[in-house]
Nanobody, 128 residues
Framework: QLQFVESGGGLVQPGDSLRLSCVAS????????IYWFRRAPGKSHEGVSC????????TYASFVKNRFIISKDGNENTVYLQMNDLKPEDTGSYYC?????????????????????WGKGTLITVSS
């Protein structure tokens, strides 16, 4: 069974940091590009970051502005998102997703091609 289990969210203050984890099962994260998307209340899914199968290719949404770092550990079959300097507008549920392709696409193109969201996400609330 193909599955993601996301964790690491919570309630934090502006300027705080969090590290999200996404454990995959049923396939190997080293074989495919893995995306982080988020969904704010009342909004549609929004691309945050992507890491290619090679772990060298990394893409970020413009709003990230050098605050987040995506990485992966093949031994743990896990993708991470280090989030620094969190802002209230980062509030939302964060999900892993994949197209089972090696390369990252533009986020909208990935959505248009049927991303697989196999996890329940992890909720981040940034509030003072």
């Amino acid at each position: 069974q193909l599955q993601f289990v996301e964790s690491g969210g919570g309630l934090v203050q502006p300027g705080d940091s969090l590290r999200l984890s996404c454990v995959a099962s049923g396939f190997t994260v080293d074989s495919y590009a893995i995306y982080w998307f988020r969904r704010a209340p009342g909004k549609s899914h929004e691309g945050v970051s992507c890491i290619g199968d090679d772990a060298v290719t990394k893409t970020y949404a413009s709003f990230v502005k050098n605050r987040f770092i995506i990485s992966k550990d093949g031994n743990e079959n896990t993708v991470y998102l280090q989030m620094n300097d969190l802002k209230p507008e980062d509030t939302g549920s964060y999900y892993c997703a994949t197209l089972l392709e090696k390369n990252c696409r533009l986020f909208q193109a990935a959505k248009d091609n049927g991303l697989h969201y196999w996890g329940k996400g992890t909720l981040i609330t940034v509030s003072s």
